[in-house]
């Protein structure tokens, strides 16, 4: 395999083909932090089979029908369909395509509890139910604690139920945790009913996965507190959201203020207009370009007509009659230098204050780590200045021998996939500390596609993207309709053919190779190209190999380019060229995914 090394100009080099070389190859599943197969999958959905590609996806996922409607989505942004015509794949919307198009529920059979150690999960959020998962799949009898009425975490708590209706979190959380014989004590807060110190008596192992589940402060440009943020009709974001989801009574005015612009604050503005709010306004305190929710959101928001005003920062919550919300004082702000994090500096222009009215104001600035249940003198506990566990990222285990953490509640607020994946990890570590066998290391295998002729026979480079079929403007305000209808089987099959299968790659056997140049010629995007041995790295294996020969040349492949037509196969007269597929095996289901044993489930109709 011949890739083009960047950093010597046109210089060429080989690329041994080995796992970790195939892995970097498929960018989507690089970009997913829980590394979901999503080429295999998306290729089962292009062929009508919705079941196998929810089975394969809930290995990696835990909650694909969950995250196919809540996903940050970090793996389409690196899709390499984005180079053909400048739109991904719809990977999150085909995942839960695939659930909702599956014919069985597919609950997994209980494993046997094979381990004589006991673990305790603090939080049944994505952490810790991916970590639960795992640990119970490796036979370990689990308990998970958390505060909340039902399991899910933020997938309950944060998530409105128009964008995720609980009927997915029951099935994908509450029946998916018992059908694996894994415990679940609800209602129950660690540090009020059940102490810390009690957990790491009584079990083997502790795992801290509880989250961000406080607000931060509504602050202004300086990073103080904004005089009237006690005034009623002022709310954080979280709160508000945890009242909307578990039926508790919420007054939301006329005018509704909310200030920032991520998922929370995109959940809250939407919200707000589902329960009658006459106007919406968004402020927030960089440009558009910076804002942390993704633009689909903001697009749906906008058609909502929620209200948007940007590079604004709070200064003063006002009142009329020194008890209520009447509005809020704001100041413009331009962008300065970018801060830790590399975005850009929000700077008040002095001067520019304006004022907008409104009688509720949501602030949705982020949540924080709650450690106050935490005994960390009493355990001898490392942590750092905000009080949370400092973990060893290798073990994600504390300096308290047993005790581990992680997730957002030591990464800070993130997204739920990247919680499953630190939790799924937590769980291979957690397994290894109790004395429970490694799994064996990963192999790789190369499958030959014979007559592939993908390019010949189908249009898939010509199928436009889709977004997400909706309800109409005049239906959604319902806080508890969906919002987004989903793909319909048609329609999901369609859009899955779009992939280009990055997990497929050409190979040209160089010993029948006659460098006819016929491949180059029908190459529809430039891919394949003959150079000269001259442009090969000295040293390079290839270049040895052809040491003593003279105006020698090789056939050298993009991998970047490559969309898997196949044209250069039906082109080739030598039969020199071959589609193989990739696939890793492994007794750690991370990469292995692809053959997947699909009936080891107890399956029922839905």
Not at 219 to 235: I, Q, S
Not at 295 to 323: K, N
Not at 411 to 427: M, T
Request: glycine residues 8%; hydrophobic residues 35%; proline residues 6%.
């Amino acid at each position: 395999m011949i890739d083009q090394d960047a950093d010597l100009g046109q210089l060429y080099r080989s690329e041994e083909a080995d796992p970790d070389w195939y892995k970097t190859n498929i960018p989507c599943q690089v970009g997913c932090p829980a590394r979901t197969d999503v080429s295999n999958y998306i290729g089962l959905i292009s062929q009508g089979r919705f079941d196998e590609a929810y089975v394969l996806n809930r290995r990696s996922n835990v909650v694909p029908g969950v995250l196919g409607r809540t996903c940050a989505r970090p793996c389409e942004p690196v899709c390499r369909r984005n180079k053909v015509d400048g739109a991904p794949v719809a990977i999150c919307w085909l995942k839960r395509a695939a659930h909702d198009h599956r014919e069985y529920r597919h609950l997994p059979e209980r494993p046997k509890i094979t381990q004589d150690k006991r673990v305790a999960i603090i939080g049944a959020g994505s952490a810790g139910i991916g970590c639960a998962r795992d640990l119970a799949e490796r036979g370990f009898a689990v308990t998970i604690y958390d505060m909340y009425p039902a399991p899910g975490g933020m997938m309950v708590g944060g998530i409105p139920v128009w964008r995720l209706p609980r009927e997915v979190t029951r099935e994908e959380c509450d029946e998916y945790l018992d059908a694996l014989g894994i415990e679940v004590k609800l209602n129950t807060r660690v540090g009020e009913d059940v102490q810390l110190t009690d957990l790491l008596k009584e079990y083997d192992a502790v795992y801290i996965g509880a989250g961000c589940m406080l607000s931060n402060p509504l602050t202004d440009p300086y990073n103080k507190v904004v005089p009237g943020a006690d005034l009623e009709g002022v709310m954080a974001g979280l709160p508000f959201l945890e009242k909307v989801n578990f039926g508790e009574p919420v007054f939301i005015g006329k005018k509704v203020i909310v200030l920032g612009a991520g998922f929370t604050a995109m959940d809250c503005c939407r919200s707000a207009i589902r329960f009658g709010a006459e106007k919406v306004y968004v402020l927030y305190r960089r440009s558009k370009e910076e804002m942390p929710s993704d633009e689909y959101e903001v697009d749906e928001a906008m058609l909502e007509h929620v209200e948007f005003t940007y590079l604004c920062s709070p200064v003063e919550i006002l009142s009329e009659d020194g008890v209520h919300v009447s509005g809020v004082k704001m100041i413009r702000n331009r962008l300065g230098d970018p801060d830790a994090g590399g975005r850009r500096r929000p700077v008040p222009v002095p001067g520019s204050e304006f004022i907008v009215e409104g009688d509720t104001v949501i602030s949705a600035f982020g949540q924080y780590a709650d450690t106050s249940w935490i005994p960390a003198k009493e355990l001898n506990l490392e942590v750092n200045r905000w009080g949370i566990p400092l973990v060893d990222r290798d073990t994600w285990m504390t300096s308290y021998p047993g005790l581990f953490a992680g997730g957002d509640f030591t990464e800070g607020s993130r997204n739920l996939i990247s919680a499953i994946a630190d939790g799924r990890d937590a769980a291979i570590a957690i397994a290894r500390y109790l004395g429970a066998p490694d799994i064996p290391g990963e192999t790789a295998v190369e499958i030959e596609l014979p007559d592939f002729r993908r390019g010949m026979v189908d249009d898939y480079e010509s199928i436009p993207y889709q977004i997400i079929p909706s309800l109409p403007l005049q239906k959604r305000y319902s806080i508890t309709a969906e919002s987004e209808t989903g793909y319909s089987a048609e329609e999901a099959v369609t859009q899955a053919r779009r992939c280009l299968q990055c997990q497929m790659n050409i190979m040209i056997d160089p010993s029948i190779c006659i460098l006819c140049s016929g491949c180059v010629d029908i190459c529809p995007y430039d891919c394949i190209s003959m150079q000269g041995l001259s442009r090969v790295v000295k040293g390079d294996p290839l270049h040895e190999a052809a040491e003593g020969w003279e105006g020698g040349a090789d056939m050298i492949i993009d991998e970047e380019k490559c969309i898997r037509c196949g044209l250069c196969i039906v082109r080739c007269p030598t039969d020199a060229i071959s589609m193989i597929q990739f696939e890793v095996k492994s007794a750690n289901d991370r990469w292995n995914v692809s053959k997947l044993p699909v009936l080891n489930v107890t399956s029922s109709p839905r």
